[in-house]
């Protein structure tokens, strides 16, 4: 590489830092909004929106979704299992973590459908191997890019229109599910660190400007320059809504409250946006379990009650879904630290005005486990496939690189 060359990318780099813009990321666009595609027979609306939510760190199903009418998991867990008194109860000897007041009301009205048993063949227990098979959906690794990138790249070569804010990340990570091989899409950490670029175009013209001449494709520098540049366009294009709207429902001071407040704004004031990625941290619980994890699942509750309730008053519940997933479970059985370590199969959720609330599949059998963990009994790409297919209206064979049957959890 030359010294020019170097020079450049430390510019991009640099820019991108200096006003913390992202961390690059990838994602390429949505179908076009005036397509409307079929599958199994039924339209699938050309405006849906699909939130993924990430409980990153490996949330304890057993704890989240509590079998509360099995002996053996209060035998597993003498300190640590919700007391049944205290459990929520749902439907089959299954129920709520006591904290989960808000998503239990939703799964009352029908509005949640908590898919048990979610996992993959010889699951991995590291972080960031299990974090990357979920997010590029191919655990032996062969499918490059994320599954959400692979999805939107599609989308382009079926002539799909490109739109700044088709795609919007929220994080502070780089999603690998978000990268594509066509396009870029930006990833904030939050909609803060637009509004401090929003009312000054010199900084922006500048950064524009820094990028230089467009780098050889494929190339480190021309991966950066995409994302700055793709980053600079949806400041633009957000200009004109942020501002517009300002959610009328109660959201916690937590990341999952300011998670779901930033994205209930851009889903009220973003017609053209197909899907926000969304990332909170902190379900690692090896150690004191039981308060940390209380605290975080009120606070995810909380903020999907609440903005399903902001759905319904700004007339899009019928067109919104939020996909649930974490790297995986944690064992069967508490440790000696108060706490649970990694483990394998564990719920996923799928929340929305049009999912098939309840129950899908058996739950937890905790006298047939797999080296101490639940056992997985649908694999992860199944319900990544219903999505895909029966609600965003893709192709999930190319997406994932083979056929997976989907769930009847749609309506």
């Not at 709520?96 to 009205?109: D, S, V």
């Not at 599954?147 to 700044?164: M, P, V, Y």
């Not at 937890?364 to 797999?370: C, I, M, V």
């Not at 056992?375 to 056929?403: C, E, H, I, P």
């Amino acid at each position: 590489m030359s010294n020019d060359i170097s020079r450049r990318e430390l510019f991009v780099k640099g820019g991108v830092l200096a006003v913390g813009l992202m961390a690059p990321s990838w994602l390429s666009a949505i179908a076009r909004a005036d397509v409307v595609k079929m599958s199994k027979g039924k339209a699938i609306a050309p405006d849906n929106v699909l939130i993924v939510c990430q409980l990153s760190g490996g949330n304890d199903g057993l704890n989240t979704i509590v079998p509360y009418m099995d002996q053996a998991y209060y035998d597993l867990r003498p300190n640590l299992a919700i007391s049944k008194d205290a459990v929520i109860p749902a439907a089959d000897g299954l129920g709520f973590h006591p904290a989960m007041t808000g998503f239990a009301k939703l799964f009352k009205e029908g509005k949640v459908a908590v898919i048990n048993n979610v996992g993959y063949p010889n699951s991995n227990r590291s972080h960031f191997k299990s974090m990357d098979i979920w997010q590029s959906a191919s655990p032996d690794g062969a499918l490059k890019y994320g599954w959400i990138g692979r999805a939107f790249d599609k989308n382009c070569e079926s002539g799909g229109k490109l739109d700044a804010l088709a795609g919007l990340g929220l994080s502070t990570e780089r999603p690998l599910a978000l990268t594509a091989n066509e396009v870029s899409i930006p990833c904030f950490a939050s909609l803060g660190d637009v509004q401090q670029m929003v009312g000054d175009p010199d900084a922006e013209k500048m950064l524009r400007e820094i990028q230089g001449m467009a780098a050889k494709e494929g190339s480190a520098v021309r991966t950066i320059q995409m994302a700055n540049n793709s980053a600079l366009d949806a400041i633009a294009a957000l200009k004109a809504n942020l501002g517009k709207y300002e959610p009328k429902q109660t959201y916690g001071d937590d990341p999952f409250g300011r998670g779901f407040k930033q994205i209930a704004q851009i889903v009220a004031t973003s017609p053209q946006t197909r899907v926000i990625y969304f990332s909170a941290g902190g379900f690692d619980t090896h150690a004191r379990q039981a308060e940390a994890h209380e605290k975080l699942l009120k606070g995810f509750s909380d903020a999907v009650a609440a903005f399903q309730a902001e759905m319904e008053a700004v007339g899009r519940a019928d067109k919104v879904m939020t996909l649930v997933f974490s790297e995986f479970g944690r064992r069967s059985y508490e440790n000696g630290s108060a706490g649970t370590d990694h483990g394998q199969a564990a719920p996923m959720f799928l929340i929305g005005k049009n999912v098939k609330g309840g129950f899908h599949g058996p739950k937890p059998d905790l006298q047939d486990l797999n080296d101490g963990d639940v056992k997985f009994k649908v694999d992860f790409r199944q319900v990544y496939a219903t999505a895909l297919d029966n609600w965003m209206g893709n192709d999930s064979a190319v997406v994932l690189g083979q056929q997976f049957q989907t769930l009847d959890v749609l309506k």
